[in-house]
């Protein structure tokens, strides 16, 4: 069981916005951990997309941002693309039962 | 250009060990941070351990007393072994590279994962 959850899903048109939550608690990201997020086409590894919550990677689109605030972060996607459908993970430090580098649960984005 | 590339036995029996290899090249493994994730569908990513080029290491809690890392400098490569597997040890393993930082506070540290290798499936039965 994670501790970060985010929705299983989300969908979009081409060219729509879609967002992606990260929830947390005060022994992760609310404990001011920073948040970095993943995207990993089928079959293969999970590429960084941001990192320290709101940079970008020399190479990723900037269609693609980041953000937090509390306990939670968010990814934005915005002019969603056909090559966008993957799944996204979050990532962070939760502080309890002796610290450890924890993921999100996941989301799978389709693109109609 | 920076590659990684993880190796080993796709069947390991239950109770056994299972040892991985995560061999680098276009780069020195004494100059980074690595560490070993796992995937499976149950149980997402999962972070396993992590080790300094200085040699120091850090544990995920849940699996600490079953899982060693070490480096071998003079093949560049990063190992894992996890003893007393059982089922719910299948998954795919990468080996991943990390970068670090202390947050703006100064007091928080913070890691992320830069690079990934493709994984190896590894399954567990017998």
């Known amino acids: 069981q994670s501790v970060l959850t985010q929705p299983p899903s989300v969908s979009g048109a081409p060219g729509q916005r879609v967002t992606i939550s990260c929830t947390g608690s005060?022994?992760?990201?609310?404990?001011?951990?920073?948040v970095h997020w993943y995207q990993q086409l089928p079959g293969t590894a999970p590429k960084l997309l941001t990192y320290?919550?709101?940079n970008r990677p020399s190479g990723v689109p900037d269609r693609f941002s980041g953000s937090k605030s509390g306990t939670s972060a968010s990814l934005v996607i915005t002019g969603l693309q056909a090559e966008d459908e993957a799944d996204y993970y979050c990532?962070?430090?939760?502080?309890?039962?002796?610290?450890?580098?924890?993921f999100g649960t996941g989301t799978t984005v389709t693109v109609l | 250009q920076l590659q990684v590339r993880e190796s080993g036995p796709g069947l390991v029996k239950p109770s056994e060990t299972l040892s991985l290899t995560c061999t680098v090249s276009?780069?020195?493994?004494?100059?980074?941070?690595w560490g070993w994730i796992r995937q499976s569908p149950g149980t997402g990513l999962e972070w396993i351990v992590s080790?300094?080029?200085?040699?120091?290491?850090y544990y995920n809690p849940s699996l600490k007393s079953r899982v060693s890392i070490s480096l071998n400098t003079s093949k560049n490569q990063v190992s894992l072994k996890m003893n007393s597997v059982t089922a719910a040890d299948t998954a795919v393993y990468y080996c991943?590279?990390?970068?670090?930082?202390?947050?703006?506070?100064?007091?928080?540290?913070?890691?992320?994962?830069?690079?990934w290798g493709r994984g190896t499936l590894v399954s567990v039965s017998s």
């Open positions: 991943a590279r990390y970068d670090s930082y202390y947050s703006a506070s100064g007091n928080l540290y913070n890691v992320y994962f830069d690079l």
């Open positions: 990532q962070s430090y939760d502080s309890s039962l002796g610290g450890s580098h924890v």
């Open positions: 005060s022994s992760n990201i609310g404990a001011g951990y920073d």
């Open positions: 080790i300094y080029y200085s040699g120091s290491t």
């Open positions: 276009g780069a020195s493994i004494s100059t980074d941070y």
């Open positions: 320290g919550n709101i």
